[in-house]
């Protein structure tokens, strides 16, 4: 099969990032020799160049948004002379607040108050004062709608407005576009941190709440194991009775029996309830604890317990017993090739949870995409086959690697498909008609490659092969 196949994007896509690389640097030469002419234009004295060189500087140093704000009021004051006030729109409170002023410093959040200016788009006067409009920067609006945040941020009030000439007018016309895009991004920064710590506190209170109650219902199905057996007692005991009145009362005894035969099919019909239940609960219970795993989210990425684990027995059984059923409602084939295959050369040291919704995530794509073809002999046939291979030195010489094959039948992908399929939010075209958001594959990439694994798509004839290969635990004790 070679190494490390499907992973490699080949000349045309090495061909086509290389041209993008280059498209993206002239963009930005581009923009770069338009700012210059711009500052050529621009015209700047010697002190509005070293006040904005002083904002940049200061901008950068200090990393507080209660810092910026200072900084925005105090440039203007030293370098001009010019005394100002800075207005921020709060979205929670949907109003515009007084944050900072020159006169005053830093305003206390406790005491901002509404501010009585009207939020315009464009530059106006008071009576006393010239007010600019702070606008945020478009792009970071855009990539980050989840900010609901207006075109303009906020006001920047400069006074007395009769110290203001056209070429300070046009200054701080500039200066103020500054102010915005820092202020738009150390917003972001700070909303961030904010949504951080409201996930930090999600995850504790759903360990509280949800993980640690859930661990009752393991009790729960041990008491209703001990009271199905203790009904398994009462139906011994009332087949016993029966027996001992076999050659007494006829009537009575025919009645018994058909009692004792409607308790023992309501008995195995409860057992296998219970039975579905404890398997229903160790599934759920065991995505529950490793998704919502508290380390995930201190650490901004999946955090391995790794254990050695035995696929078959402890992943893809238990998984097959929940699909077999589906697969055989929509008349779906599964070619187990795993069975006839011996374990116990391969030891793979992995974190269980995560790997199980790996094979999870394949099996429910099996179902929901795969589809009736005909073979070269005209046969109908609708298949998931699935299969294990031992790769030597798949991950360099002496690393070999275990490589899980999923064969589904129905319309080949495009090679360009293939190669998008493990992308965030990619869906291919044949798979419009299935609910889905295009995360599963993605989940499937990012927790092999956490694994020091890969994965890929090989179109083939009657289907799509996807794969995902994972790096042995010992490297030299190689056998087949």
């Given at each position: 099969m070679g190494k490390r196949e499907g992973n490699s994007t080949g000349p045309v896509g090495?061909?086509?990032?290389?041209?993008?690389?280059?498209?993206?640097?002239?963009?930005?030469?581009?923009?770069?020799?338009?700012?210059?002419?711009?500052?050529g234009r621009y015209n700047l004295e010697r002190s509005q160049e070293e006040a904005f060189a002083?904002?940049?500087?200061?901008?950068?140093e200090y990393t507080s948004i209660d810092n910026l704000y200072q900084v925005c009021v105090a440039v203007p004051k030293e370098f001009f002379g010019l005394e100002s006030s800075l207005y921020?729109?709060?979205?929670k409170r949907c109003r515009l607040e007084k944050v900072c002023s020159s006169l005053d410093g830093l305003v206390p959040v406790e005491l901002r108050e509404t501010a009585g200016l009207s939020l315009k788009s464009r530059p106006y006067e008071t009576e006393d004062t010239w007010v600019f409009p702070i606008h945020g920067?478009?792009?970071?609006?855009k990539q980050y709608p989840f900010l609901n945040q207006s075109e303009v941020l906020g006001l920047f009030e400069i006074f007395p407005?009769?110290?203001?000439?056209?070429?300070?007018?046009?200054?701080l016309e500039k200066f103020t576009n500054r102010i915005g895009y820092n202020l738009h991004q150390k917003m972001l920064i700070q909303q961030n941190i904010d949504h951080i710590k409201f996930i930090n506190q999600l995850v504790a209170d759903i360990e509280h709440n949800v993980i640690s109650p859930n661990l009752y219902y393991r009790l729960f199905l041990i008491r209703l194991k001990k009271h199905i057996a203790a009904y398994g007692q009462l139906q011994a005991r009332l087949r016993d009775l029966i027996l001992f009145l076999r050659d007494g009362d006829e009537a009575l005894s025919r009645e018994l029996c058909e009692i004792h035969h409607a308790l023992d099919e309501s008995n195995q019909r409860l057992d296998e309830a219970a039975r579905g239940l404890g398997k229903h609960y160790e599934h759920t219970s065991l995505f529950l604890e490793t998704l919502l795993r508290r380390d995930h989210f201190e650490k901004g990425t999946y955090v391995l317990r790794r254990q050695s684990c035995n696929f078959r027995t402890e992943i893809i059984q238990p998984l097959l017993e929940r699909y077999l059923p589906?697969?055989?409602?929509?008349?779906?084939?599964?070619?187990?090739?795993?069975?006839?295959?011996?374990?116990?050369?391969?030891?793979?040291f992995v974190d269980k949870g995560l790997i199980s919704q790996v094979f999870d995530n394949f099996f429910s794509n099996a179902l929901k995409y795969t589809r009736e073809v005909e073979d070269q002999l005209g046969n109908k046939i609708k298949l998931v086959s699935y299969n294990r291979q031992i790769l030597r030195d798949c991950f360099g010489e002496g690393m070999h690697g275990v490589r899980f094959n999923f064969f589904t039948t129905g319309e080949p992908l495009s090679e360009k498909?293939?190669?998008?399929?493990?992308?965030?939010?990619?869906?291919?075209?044949?798979?419009?008609?299935?609910?889905?958001?295009?995360?599963?594959?993605?989940f499937v990439k990012n927790v092999v490659e956490i694994h020091g694994g890969d994965v890929g798509c090989e179109p083939q004839r009657y289907g799509n092969l996807i794969y995902?290969?994972?790096?042995?635990?010992?490297?030299?004790q190689f056998t087949v």
């Amino acid at each position: 099969m070679g190494k490390r196949e499907g992973n490699s994007t080949g000349p045309v896509g090495e061909n086509h990032a290389e041209s993008a690389q280059q498209e993206s640097l002239l963009n930005i030469r581009d923009r770069v020799r338009a700012k210059k002419n711009d500052y050529g234009r621009y015209n700047l004295e010697r002190s509005q160049e070293e006040a904005f060189a002083t904002f940049f500087d200061l901008a950068q140093e200090y990393t507080s948004i209660d810092n910026l704000y200072q900084v925005c009021v105090a440039v203007p004051k030293e370098f001009f002379g010019l005394e100002s006030s800075l207005y921020v729109f709060n979205p929670k409170r949907c109003r515009l607040e007084k944050v900072c002023s020159s006169l005053d410093g830093l305003v206390p959040v406790e005491l901002r108050e509404t501010a009585g200016l009207s939020l315009k788009s464009r530059p106006y006067e008071t009576e006393d004062t010239w007010v600019f409009p702070i606008h945020g920067n478009e792009t970071l609006t855009k990539q980050y709608p989840f900010l609901n945040q207006s075109e303009v941020l906020g006001l920047f009030e400069i006074f007395p407005k009769d110290l203001l000439d056209a070429r300070k007018h046009f200054f701080l016309e500039k200066f103020t576009n500054r102010i915005g895009y820092n202020l738009h991004q150390k917003m972001l920064i700070q909303q961030n941190i904010d949504h951080i710590k409201f996930i930090n506190q999600l995850v504790a209170d759903i360990e509280h709440n949800v993980i640690s109650p859930n661990l009752y219902y393991r009790l729960f199905l041990i008491r209703l194991k001990k009271h199905i057996a203790a009904y398994g007692q009462l139906q011994a005991r009332l087949r016993d009775l029966i027996l001992f009145l076999r050659d007494g009362d006829e009537a009575l005894s025919r009645e018994l029996c058909e009692i004792h035969h409607a308790l023992d099919e309501s008995n195995q019909r409860l057992d296998e309830a219970a039975r579905g239940l404890g398997k229903h609960y160790e599934h759920t219970s065991l995505f529950l604890e490793t998704l919502l795993r508290r380390d995930h989210f201190e650490k901004g990425t999946y955090v391995l317990r790794r254990q050695s684990c035995n696929f078959r027995t402890e992943i893809i059984q238990p998984l097959l017993e929940r699909y077999l059923p589906l697969f055989e409602k929509k008349g779906i084939t599964v070619d187990n090739r795993l069975e006839n295959v011996p374990d116990e050369h391969v030891t793979l040291f992995v974190d269980k949870g995560l790997i199980s919704q790996v094979f999870d995530n394949f099996f429910s794509n099996a179902l929901k995409y795969t589809r009736e073809v005909e073979d070269q002999l005209g046969n109908k046939i609708k298949l998931v086959s699935y299969n294990r291979q031992i790769l030597r030195d798949c991950f360099g010489e002496g690393m070999h690697g275990v490589r899980f094959n999923f064969f589904t039948t129905g319309e080949p992908l495009s090679e360009k498909e293939a190669r998008k399929l493990f992308r965030e939010g990619f869906r291919a075209s044949g798979s419009r008609t299935e609910k889905g958001s295009g995360h599963g594959l993605h989940f499937v990439k990012n927790v092999v490659e956490i694994h020091g694994g890969d994965v890929g798509c090989e179109p083939q004839r009657y289907g799509n092969l996807i794969y995902f290969t994972l790096p042995m635990k010992e490297q030299t004790q190689f056998t087949v």
